[in-house]
């Protein structure tokens, strides 16, 4: 009887083995990838590296929430985490770094898991390379504001590290070319209140509220402004030259653009490119489409776009321009410029010298043969409260307020221009705002030897779209013992109309904060108030550990934008 038994269950495990096989196609194996489930463990798994993987993002906000609360329950015991990653068979972000740290696996000088997130919940939610998968994308993440996403394979996966690694090296053709060739898209968390996992934690699921913002003012010293400027007008063509301008950190590095252009009508047919005035124009493909800013134009600087001089429809030229990618201070801008081909039209910004205190930009309002404009004089309004009339080109000078904030430019055109009379022409998006303040900046995370054990100190400030700023220092160091955090130094809150701002001595409102045994001490306060950090004069986080150990943690990579 027990041989048949026997023999009936291995009957049985043959059929289930066979069933299997003909259930999954060969597309589940190819290429020798690994993206098979393990029984013990619900995600992916693509070379030997695991991945989680949430269905939606709700789902990912509720497991985030059920680790948090049993890790605050035990009092923020890094064992919790520990059980967390041995119960559900993975290997996380959290546990690449304390095996470094161990001396488990070789140290890498150029990780730090802080540049994917601050929060030890989610850091253990991440996988070694900083990736997750929700819903059909997966994600690289970002303590900055983008993180970047492409829909999910094994393959992929490979592409996505690619992109980091040269993200890394500022290799921005090697970007932009991995980007719009795998429909990668990037996230901006800054403006979405979803993908702050911690807060919503805290907050017993719910997702603060906050109105949705199109990544032009996250308050990291980096605005475009992008112009037309009609360069050749015929019996046949319309040409366009599109550029930008920009007010950038000194150490920003390259921007990684990218273009698009949309039609009130959804009509392109007829647009030719090039990237050279004189050069070889040609239409470009219409098949990479962003469903908010539509299609993507293949060039990352200066670009020439002509339009039949008998269309009379209206598009829109979107630049969406990136710095410091996945290296914990990304940051995105935004802008877009309207150009109607039945009266091409358009006030042109330059920006001139910036500092703290004042800002010149030079508005003008290009013309060409065969497209005159009229020749009374122009009134400018430059959104200040100061309006002059003067030619079709001016300067002014604005005086900065301490927060930035974005101005519109008019222009009436005296005598008759495309047919009317006092033609209005405007430019919205200027920026307008103290170049050295910051409302998202991450220190550098530095090392230091304490007691013959690596320990890292890190600090950011934050604000997010519901207008809360959240400062967070932390200090990692597994050494027994009382650690120590404290701020010293000022922050900066624009006062009410945004006329100055007013410093802060920033212990008045982060108290010193200490924790004991090995567990990290991480400090983190919520504010109402809209601080920010002053490149000028910024403030410092003092660290230090019971057995006579202290660091000072500088902003010494913070400069004014210029």
Not at 154 to 183: E, P
Not at 233 to 260: A, D, K, Q, V
Not at 364 to 377: D, E, H, L, V, Y
Request: hydrophobic share 30%; net charge neutral.
């Amino acid at each position: 009887m027990r041989k048949n038994f026997r023999s009936i269950g291995l009957i049985l495990v043959f059929v289930t083995s066979l069933i299997y096989l003909s259930c999954h196609t060969d597309e589940t194996f190819k290429e020798g990838e690994t993206a098979a489930r393990e029984l013990a463990f619900n995600g992916e798994i693509c070379n030997g590296k695991k991945i989680l993987r949430f269905n939606t993002l709700a789902e990912l906000q509720q497991a985030h929430m059920q680790l948090f609360q049993l890790y605050e329950a035990g009092n923020q015991e890094e064992q919790i985490l520990i059980d967390y990653e041995d119960s559900h068979n993975f290997y996380s972000l959290r546990k690449k770094e304390q095996d470094m740290d161990n001396g488990v696996i070789p140290n890498d000088p150029t990780f730090d898991e802080t540049n994917f997130t601050l929060d030890p919940v989610f850091e253990t939610l991440l996988n070694q390379d900083g990736m997750i998968i929700i819903g059909e994308r997966l994600y690289i993440w970002d303590t900055g504001c983008l993180i970047q996403s492409i829909p999910f394979s094994c393959s992929n996966y490979g592409k996505l590290l690619d992109f980091y690694n040269a993200a890394k090296t500022n290799s921005i053709d090697v970007m932009h070319n991995i980007f719009i060739s795998n429909q990668m898209k990037n996230t901006n968390t800054c403006d979405d209140t979803n993908y702050d996992f911690e807060t919503i934690s805290e907050n017993r699921g719910k997702v603060e509220s906050g109105k949705f913002k199109t990544k032009n003012k996250n308050g990291c010293g980096y605005e475009v402004v992008v112009n037309s400027t009609l360069k050749s007008c015929t019996e046949e063509w319309n040409t366009f030259e599109i550029s930008f301008e920009s007010i950038e950190p000194l150490n920003s590095g390259n921007p990684l653009n990218f273009y698009y252009v949309s039609s009130a009508f959804g009509d392109l047919e007829g647009l030719e490119f090039s990237n050279a005035f004189t050069g070889s124009y040609a239409s470009i493909p219409i098949t990479n489409e962003d469903e908010t800013y539509g299609y993507i134009i293949p060039f990352t600087g200066t670009f020439y776009m002509r339009i039949p001089a008998g269309d009379v429809n209206t598009f829109s030229i979107s630049l969406l321009s990136s710095i410091k990618l996945l290296q914990g201070n990304s940051c995105q801008s935004s802008d877009s410029v309207t150009i109607d081909n039945n009266c091409p039209f358009s006030i042109t910004a330059t920006k001139g010298n910036v500092s703290s205190s004042q800002a010149s930009w030079t508005f003008s309002i290009p013309q060409t043969n065969g497209c005159p404009i009229g020749q009374g004089k122009v009134t400018w309004d430059f959104g200040d409260g100061t309006i002059v009339t003067g030619g079709p080109s001016i300067i002014h000078v604005y005086s900065m307020p301490c927060k930035m904030q974005y101005l519109t430019v008019t222009a009436i055109i005296g005598g008759v221009t495309c047919g009317m009379t006092d033609k209005v022409l405007s430019k919205g998006n200027i920026p307008y705002g103290n170049p050295c303040m910051r409302q998202n900046y991450k220190f550098p995370t530095k090392k230091a030897q304490w007691s013959g054990r690596t320990a890292k100190f890190s600090a950011k400030i934050k604000t997010n779209n519901s207008g809360k700023v959240k400062i967070v220092n932390g200090l990692k160091c597994r050494i027994l013992g009382t650690k120590i955090i404290k701020s010293t130094g000022s922050i900066y809150n624009p006062s009410a109309n945004n006329g100055s701002c007013q410093q802060v001595n920033i212990a008045s409102v982060m108290g010193i904060k200490s924790t004991n045994g090995k567990k990290r001490n991480k400090q983190k306060e919520r504010f109402v108030s809209l601080y920010h950090i002053n490149a000028e004069d910024p403030y410092k986080v003092i660290f230090s550990h019971s057995n006579g150990h202290n660091y000072i943690l500088t902003a010494d990579d913070l400069y004014c934008s210029q």
